[in-house]
């Protein structure tokens, strides 16, 4: 586990910690990840829970709920997850790489294919790792059955960007 | 305006009983440094810890510091800024106080609170150390030992809808005092339950409860704003098990209406909108939503008189707790005073004594927000007479609570903030119930005499409180603009066989209800007459009626005919009633005759001689002297008899249609009431009647 975000996650011997969520299917330890409850909630959406744990594993580069938060308007997030569940699947698939790979192992092949085909570059190396110079792992390396975890904090894709600070919805 | 009259007398009460406060012994720092704080107290309550302090002259905000320690008070963590004091929080600074919050419930703790001018921090208190409470409930009693999956899992998971089930099933079943009724089923098909609580039970049906004057918290409408859902689940245990006086008090006098989710799918699902995409508060007047259809029903049967609305809010600059009235023109002004006062008088003041940071809607630098929309639950309420108010959580810790990183830190803050509101609503209605019915009896009396001017969308301004604010700015004025305003109210609207039981397009398919319907859930009262609906405005929810049926409404369901008065001014002679005849301000010196099918509605007038109504359509007399006995017998639709000076007798009986509303009458005759389809109503607002009381109306 790397990243600066780390020990602002469930630890020690808290529900949720890194090691108990070891051994579990990727979509239920998303569950534990309290910046992911976006992102968990488009797996269910999207219906690619499956996708998560493909036989030869896979690789999921999270956003946090900040990053969601700032990249899509509420409006327009709630229509990706209610409406546009193509788009949604696109989406999802730009943050999956084929392979369980280590944030180790991304740095060092200096880019990876995404499930939607595109090209992203790894820089960086340590405790973090800067992807498509955009974004960049803030904890990496959960390791869950068949698949790695690395939580990042920016979305990753070609969509508008629509959110961000200051348009606070009214209740 | 009570809250800003009462406001000096309740800061005078709050500094007496914090000069009286018997808890802990203060913090001494000896020997003292140049603006030390002194005098550091802690109080634990329900997952937050209150810090007081004397104040340090010229102070421009403090720091607050937390520290784990063991048993014997050694450190266990790293010390870390928590919290943030600024003089923008609380409305009486000479006395300083701070919740604070996000960390595990049942930890020790050390603190320190220190000074800044400027930049400069100043040398920190003396430490104070306490075991925070735990959370609440014996683990060894059954029901008490209940845990939300919130709780269990330390809030890295919110409670799902299947732990939530099974939680609301397990206190329903192991406490008498509670009852889960399901109100309605979301557009999945979730159940939408409400937690009905009452000591030593909750009155068995919706009538019963509606005559203890409940009050409601709504929980959960928007369903990626799922803090408030936790407090309710954990409060309805602490009602449903603790045996506290205070509880047995509150639950002895009336009965807490909790819906914890009323957005099942889009909690599930993560999102703001239900599962078509709707956002909820938006659609509580026109109820296109079966959400939002079984709350407004839920509303007309339970008759709750007071509310809160639960939400989160993505400012973050504003305070802890952003709160607002209902502020739409056409809420009655004794509804929006009360609920201000709720606010301003009650929660800002005890926001100051527990270290809460309560605070005008928008808050600082709130944009947009908080405006007229009849279509929020807010303003919904008002309409209907209830005092209420929005509650917003601050998503984010912000400044000045620092240690909010940590997503659980987080959650913890919102929860307990929203637990600690709701908890002071329970004590607001117990110990304001008397004002709050008042205002609703005010309110609708003058709904029912449909006067003064139809406002379309408009707010009712909130004034800034008088300095020290609880944040820097109220939300926008959102006065009525050009063209959202009617200076003359109609009678009644009208509406076609089409317009009324017309299949309709908005909602979910398979799901979607008639105006018909919707008018029903609201509990409006409609006049079947020979060639449509009549609508009357001499009814309790005058104020929402024309949002929902005149075309100049902004988001109405129909663009229906406007009636107006037929009769005002001086009349002489037997007037006789056979189709819809509409008194206002009308003079009719002899009786007035109601016809088999005919429909009378008389505001603000006065009829000299009998009124007589034998197999009416529909009778409305309200805000109206009548001189003679008043008969209404045999009608086929709505009876509205409110607020009406009546000398001499008034009998209601066998009509057939709902409820017949005999509401805050004075009448010097006797008021009779049998064979009524169903037993007529007052809503709680007694009549004065020097004659007896007898049959249906004998409690009236
Ligand atoms: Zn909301």
Redesign the interface.
């Known amino acids: 586990m790397s990243g600066p975000?780390c020990d602002?996650?469930?630890s020690g011997s808290?529900?949720?910690n890194p090691a108990a969520l070891a051994g579990q299917p990727a979509e239920a330890a998303l569950?534990?990840?309290?910046?992911l409850?976006?992102f968990?909630?488009a797996v269910?959406?999207s219906g690619m829970s499956a996708d998560l744990h493909d036989g030869s594993g896979v690789t999921i580069l999270a956003p946090t709920d900040d990053a969601f938060?700032a990249k899509f308007s509420?409006?327009d997030?709630?229509?990706l997850?209610?409406?546009d569940k193509d788009k949604l699947r696109g989406l999802l698939r730009e943050h999956l790489v084929a392979g369980s790979l280590s944030l180790a192992d991304l740095v060092a092949a200096g880019t990876v294919t995404t499930l939607a085909g595109t090209t992203v570059t790894v820089t960086g190396g340590g405790a973090t790792a800067r992807l498509a110079d955009q974004a960049d792992t803030v904890c990496a390396d959960y390791q869950v059955a068949g698949a790695r975890i690395h939580i990042i904090n920016h979305v990753l894709g070609s969509l508008p960007t629509t959110g961000g600070e200051?348009?606070?919805?009214?209740? | 305006m009570r809250d800003r009259r009462t406001t000096a007398i309740l800061s005078a009460l709050l500094a007496a009983s914090l000069a009286a406060f018997a808890g802990p012994v203060p913090a001494q720092a000896d020997p003292t440094e140049p603006n030390q704080v002194q005098g550091l107290t802690v109080a634990q309550g329900d997952g937050y810890a209150t810090l007081a302090w004397t104040p340090v002259d010229g102070a421009t905000d403090y720091q607050i510091e937390r520290t784990p320690v063991a048993a014997d008070d050694t450190a266990t963590g790293p010390a870390v800024i928590t919290g943030v004091w600024r003089p923008n929080r609380q409305i009486n600074n000479s006395s300083p106080t701070f919740a604070d919050a996000g960390f595990n419930p049942g930890a020790r703790f050390q603190w320190r609170v220190r000074a800044r001018f400027g930049t400069t921090a100043e040398a920190y208190s003396a430490p104070v150390a306490g075991t925070t409470r735990a959370p609440w409930g014996d683990p060894a009693v059954p029901g008490e030992n209940l845990r939300t999956q919130w709780e269990t899992t330390l809030a890295a998971q919110y409670t799902s809808d299947v732990n939530e089930y099974a939680y609301t099933a397990a206190v329903d079943e192991l406490s008498d005092r509670v009852r889960v009724t399901e109100i309605g089923r979301t557009a999945l098909g979730r159940p939408i339950n409400m937690f009905v609580i009452g000591y030593p039970t909750p009155p068995a049906t919706p009538a019963a409860v509606a005559a203890t004057s409940p009050l409601m918290v709504n929980c959960n409408v928007h369903g990626n704003e799922p803090g408030d859902r936790e407090a309710c689940l954990i409060m309805a245990r602490q009602l449903a098990f603790s045996n506290d006086p205070r509880t047995l008090d509150l639950l002895s006098h009336t009965t807490v209406l909790i819906v914890p989710t009323i957005n099942g799918d889009g909690r599930a699902a993560n999102t703001r909108g239900n599962s078509t995409g709707q956002d909820l508060n938006r659609d509580y007047s026109l109820i296109r939503q079966p959400e939002t259809f079984a709350l407004v029903r839920m509303l007309r049967d339970y008759r709750p008189v007071a509310g809160y609305d639960g939400h989160e809010f993505g400012n973050s600059s504003a305070g802890d707790l952003p709160m607002l009235p209902p502020r739409h023109q056409n809420v009655a002004q004794s509804i929006f005073d009360e609920s201000q006062h709720m606010i301003e008088g009650h929660m800002y003041s005890q926001g100051a004594k527990d270290g809460w940071w309560p605070c005008p809607y928008g808050c600082n630098g709130g944009g947009n927000v908080g405006l007229s929309e009849e279509t929020i639950l807010r303003n919904t309420l008002g309409l209907k007479n209830v005092v209420n108010s929005l509650l917003e959580l601050r998503s984010s810790g912000g400044t000045t609570r620092p240690d909010e990183g940590n997503t659980a830190n987080n959650r913890r803050r919102k929860t307990f903030s929203a637990l600690w509101t709701f908890q002071q609503f329970l004590d607001y209605h117990r110990a304001n119930l008397k004002e709050i019915t008042s205002a609703r009896a005010d309110a609708i009396t003058f709904q029912v005499s449909n006067t003064g001017r139809i406002v379309f969308r408009g707010s009712r301004p909130i004034p800034a409180y008088p300095s020290p604010h609880p944040g820097e700015a109220p939300p926008p004025l959102d006065a009525p603009r050009d063209g959202q305003v009617l200076d003359q109210a109609p009678c009644a609207y009208k509406l076609t066989e089409e317009q009324y039981n017309g299949e309709r397009t908005d909602g979910p398919a398979g799901q979607r209800t008639t105006v018909a319907q919707r008018l029903a859930a609201h509990g409006h009262k409609v006049v079947k007459v020979a060639d449509g609906y009549v609508v009357p405005l001499a009814q309790p929810e005058r104020g929402l009626i024309p949002l929902l049926l005149d075309g100049q409404a902004v988001e109405k369901l129909v663009d229906a005919e406007r009636v107006y008065p037929t009769v005002t001014g001086e009349r002489s002679g037997q007037l006789v009633v056979s189709g819809v005849t509409c008194l206002r301000d009308a003079t009719v010196t002899g009786p007035v005759r109601v016809r088999a099918g005919g429909t009378l509605i008389a505001t603000g007038s006065s009829i000299t001689g009998p009124v007589d109504a034998g197999g009416a359509a529909g009778v409305f007399l309200t805000d109206t002297a009548v001189e003679g006995p008043v008969r209404v017998a045999q009608s086929s639709g709505p009876v509205v008899i409110v607020d009406a000076t009546v000398t001499g007798p008034v009998d209601v009986s066998g009509n057939r249609g709902d409820a017949p509303l005999v509401a805050a009458n004075t009448v010097t005759g006797p008021l009779s009431c049998g064979g009524n389809t169903q037993a007529p109503d007052n809503l709680g607002l007694s009549n004065s009647v020097e004659g007896p009381k007898s049959g249906q109306c004998a409690s009236l």
């Not at chain 1, 569950?31 to 910046?35: A, E």
């Not at chain 1, 200051?166 to 209740?171: K, N, Q, Y």
Request: charged share 20%; net charge negative.
């Open positions: 975000l602002l996650l469930p808290d529900p949720g569950q534990w990840l309290p910046v409850t976006t968990e909630a269910r959406a938060a509420e409006d997030l709630d229509h997850l209610v409406a200051g348009g606070h919805r009214a209740h």
